[in-house]
């Protein structure tokens, strides 16, 4: 008689907060590898790899993700509640140049992302819609951090965070344009580039 598959093994004593961490941790490994593989193989990989590579079964990402659109938009939400999370971490130092940081992952992230995001935009799925309160919550990190920088003296004063915002955005099409996006290397450096715009000029 074969074992199970991992995630189908039933919880100790049949405890439901058991299987609901199980669930939790599978849900997880099947967005990490999903993340992943968009990134270096492309979006054409079949659910059922994304399966076998995270160590679930098949059922378990067709439960969580009934649609490759489902689960390229959880993938998003992911991203986003991730750099929402670095955010927070930076907004609690003193180091006026954590808005650097922060843009740096933001630009990094969303060229990896890049095809993700194209896909959801083709199937005209809108993360302000969808996800709004991460969105919300990463433009507001960005602002207090932005607020810090200008009080040190560390950003341009001219620049807003719409303007922030918009670069960020523009990153991803100069790291898409320069076929950088599978190279932390190169991209990291298209966006110093444009960091390098909003630091104060040389006196």
């Given at each position: 008689?074969?074992?199970?598959?991992?995630?189908?093994?039933?919880?100790?004593?049949?405890?439901?907060?058991?299987?609901?961490?199980?669930?939790?941790?599978?849900?997880?490994?099947?967005?990490?590898?999903?993340?992943?593989?968009?990134?270096?193989?492309?979006?054409?990989?079949?659910?059922?790899?994304i399966?076998?590579?995270?160590?679930?079964?098949?059922?378990?990402?067709?439960?969580?993700?009934?649609?490759?659109?489902?689960?390229?938009?959880?993938?998003?939400?992911?991203?986003?509640?991730?750099?929402?999370?670095?955010?927070?971490?930076?907004?609690?130092?003193?180091?006026?140049?954590?808005?650097?940081?922060?843009?740096?992952?933001?630009?990094?992230?969303?060229?990896?992302?890049?095809?993700?995001?194209?896909?959801l935009?083709?199937?005209?799925?809108?993360?302000?819609?969808?996800?709004?309160?991460?969105?919300?919550?990463?433009?507001?990190?960005v602002?207090?951090?932005?607020?810090?920088?200008?009080?040190?003296?560390?950003?341009?004063?001219?620049?807003?965070?719409?303007?922030?915002?918009?670069?960020?955005?523009?990153?991803?099409?100069?790291?898409?344009?320069?076929?950088?996006?599978?190279?932390?290397?190169?991209?990291?450096?298209?966006?110093?580039?444009?960091?390098?715009?909003?630091?104060?000029?040389?006196q």
């Open positions: 008689m074969t074992s199970p598959p991992p995630d189908h093994v039933p919880a100790a004593h049949g405890s439901h907060r058991e299987l609901r961490a199980d669930a939790r941790r599978n849900r997880e490994r099947v967005l990490r590898t999903a993340q992943q593989l968009f990134a270096t193989e492309g979006l054409g990989v079949p659910l059922d790899e399966a076998r590579r995270a160590g679930v079964g098949p059922g378990t990402v067709h439960r969580h993700f009934p649609t490759k659109e489902a689960l390229y938009l959880a993938v998003t939400i992911d991203q986003l509640k991730q750099l929402v999370a670095g955010a927070e971490a930076l907004a609690g130092n003193d180091d006026p140049g954590a808005l650097f940081e922060l843009l740096a992952r933001m630009m990094t992230n969303g060229a990896e992302n890049a095809a993700v995001k194209s896909a935009m083709a199937a005209e799925f809108d993360l302000r819609t969808a996800a709004p309160d991460v969105a919300a919550d990463l433009t507001r990190h602002s207090d951090l932005l607020d810090r920088a200008h009080s040190a003296g560390a950003v341009r004063q001219d620049v807003s965070v719409d303007e922030v915002m918009a670069l960020v955005a523009g990153a991803f099409a100069a790291i898409r344009h320069a076929g950088a996006e599978t190279s932390r290397e190169r991209s990291a450096h298209i966006a110093r580039l444009i960091l390098d715009g909003l630091r104060p000029p040389p």
